[in-house]
């Protein structure tokens, strides 16, 4: 049995008609209705599907329910996998982080990018039996993408064509209006076709605070010292402005500094360095600054040092620091506070 995050019900519960008993939907479902809504929380994707269902064919316009749910998504209800997405460079790379951290939200369905000659479709892929359920929720989800698309990119997101391998409701009309252009059922796939244009386009935030940080602060030493000798800073600055996607290969790296990911790679050897240590140098040092200076929960801070879990991010902290994120972020507010 897949599970879901606790999230989704929430969003649908609150664009539903008000004459439902969603109190007593949730319920049973396992989530508390009055209590604060929690992502990592997570429900039987069956229960989630029947809940769907139920909430559908109680209302009147029951065929725009995905539609509105997915309307009401934005980047900060969705936590790490949020983050993920809004400071993304541009909306190529929030789908391509998609891939990456979809599964923080659920077990049930992934998410692939297939490049086009005019743009790319962003694919859902889901196993299982197509009934309402199943169909409601693969309408939400990408109801859910292109919302967010919205929200983040500077440019209004065109979309080529909307896909969906199950048959659509008596009413179509309101798909395509949402979506701004043709809607396909009876297909082949689960997918948004987006426009090379807005998959281009940059997003508003694209690691804003990360990108400052690299450039005020590293390029500020880089200055001081020749251009050879600030190699391995300026190979850790790409490498922590990369990470939020994951950790860059060298080719990546090197590509970026103009010259092969060999040349790189003799280059920093001869100055006794290796790419790896540079790697590990700095995701320490981005997740020592974050943690003194950011607000960011210590998921968040796993994410943009380039963990895809919490875990691995906290035993590799323990292993450079000799100490847990929270112990020292901990040790360094109490540090920070003057003495009495």
Known sequence: MGQITSLFAHKVAGIAEKSIDIS?????????????VDPSLMVNDSDYYRFLEN?????????????????????????????????ASNLRASFTRSERYWRVLTSVSVYTIEPTDDGAFAHLHRDGVRNLGTRLSNEATLASMFTMSREVSIQPVKLNGVFFKHPGPEIETDHEAF??????FNTDRDALLIADESMQSRNKLADAGITQYFETQLEAEISQ????????KRVKNQIANALSEGVPNVSDIASALAMS?????????????????????ARRELAERLLIQSKHSLSDIAFLT????QSSFNRAF???????????????????????
């Not at 009401?72 to 209800?77: E, G, N, V």
């Not at 280059?267 to 360095?273: D, E, N, R, T, V």
């Open 261 to 281: 990911g060999r040349s790189l790679q003799r280059k920093l050897s001869a100055q006794g360095f290796s790419y790896q240590e540079l790697v590990d140098g």
């Open 225 to 232: 010292i020749g251009e050879e000798d600030a190699l391995d």
């Open 179 to 184: 979506f701004g252009c043709p809607v396909h």
């Open 24 to 36: 007593a939907m949730l319920s049973g479902m396992g989530i508390d209705p009055d209590a604060p």
């Open 55 to 87: 909430i559908a064919r109680a209302e009147q316009s029951g065929h725009t329910l995905p539609l509105r749910a997915g309307n009401s998504m934005r980047c900060d209800d969705y936590g790490v996998f949020g983050l993920a997405w809004k400071t």
């Open 318 to 340: 323990k292993r450079w620091a000799g100490q847990t994120p929270r112990s020292y972020r901990l040790a360094a507010k109490s540090r920070a506070i003057p003495q009495q």
């Open 306 to 309: 380039g963990f895809s879990e």
